[in-house]
């Protein structure tokens, strides 16, 4: 895939939201039905083994869509996305951490999250 413009690169970030929010709240449901599974845990109302198997599904089908757009899905608890870009003439990877209000962090490829920095 190319890379993204700042612009384009929030402009995907917007797009992505619906499918970044499912995502967190399929990983609580799985969370919560996974300890449900194990033996003495404690039942929920969310369902058993065939609808973690399906919330799990659908996370792969919600990820697929991630990797689809161009974004690098890094993490998904909690969600990290990147967007290939160049900053300056160097390759950089745009980065947005679950929670922030936009995408305003970089770092470089080699670096990863530890190495963000605010976008200038």
């Not at 449900?36 to 599904?57: C, I, M, N, Q």
């Not at 998904?76 to 290939?84: E, I, K, N, W, Y």
Request: charged share 25%; glycine share 10%.
């Amino acid at each position: 895939m190319g890379l993204f413009t700042l612009a384009e690169a929030r402009s995907e970030l917007e797009r992505l939201r619906p499918v970044l929010d499912e995502i967190v709240t399929l990983r609580a449901d799985m969370v919560e039905l996974s300890a449900a599974l194990v033996p003495g845990g404690e039942p929920t109302s969310l369902g058993g083994l065939p609808e973690r198997k399906a919330a799990e599904a659908r996370l792969n089908e919600l990820m697929t869509v991630i990797q689809e757009s161009g974004a690098e899905l890094k993490s998904v608890a909690p969600l990290l996305v990147d967007f290939p870009s160049d900053l300056d003439g160097a390759p950089v990877l745009l980065c947005w951490l679950e929670g922030e209000p936009e995408l305003g962090w970089y770092h470089r490829h080699d670096l990863g999250v530890a190495g963000r920095r605010r976008l200038p």
